[in-house]
Nanobody, 122 residues
Framework: VQLQASGGGKVQTGGSLTLSCAES????????RAWFRQAPGKEREFVAADIWSGSSIYYADSVKGRFTISSDAAKNTVNLQMSSLKPEDTAVYYCAAAQRGDYSSAYSYEYWGQGTLVTVSS
């Protein structure tokens, strides 16, 4: 299974970006598809998760109301729409997929994309 993240870039405070994660390879039990992020000097943190292709959606409190995760089963992609971006959203964003476990824990995720950098300037 390969995950390919794209869509990162530089944006000013208040701006928007949409990240995309393309999945390929063998079929797997798509329990959770998620986005995590890691800022310089900080641990990787949970951002959003899509459980069973939209059955349940979860967000970190820090992004609730600003970010939207969605999956497209036909295209095998998971997107993260980000709006009202803040400088503290600056990080490398990773998409990930898990077959089971705690959706908010990075340890549950077996498959990871390579990361895409989002920089929000003030």
């Amino acid at each position: 299974v390969q995950l390919q993240a794209s869509g990162g870039g530089k944006v000013q405070t208040g701006g928007s970006l949409t990240l995309s994660c393309a999945e390929s390879g063998r079929r797997f039990n798509k329990y959770a598809r998620a986005w995590f992020r890691q800022a310089p000097g900080k641990e990787r943190e949970f951002v959003a998760a899509d459980i069973w292709s939209g059955s349940s959606i979860y967000y970190a409190d820090s992004v609730k109301g600003r970010f939207t995760i969605s999956s497209d089963a036909a295209k095998n992609t998971v997107n993260l729409q980000m709006s009202s971006l803040k400088p503290e959203d600056t990080a490398v964003y990773y998409c990930a997929a898990a077959q089971r476990g705690d959706y908010s824990s990075a340890y549950s995720y077996e498959y990871w994309g390579q990361g895409t950098l989002v920089t929000v300037s003030s």
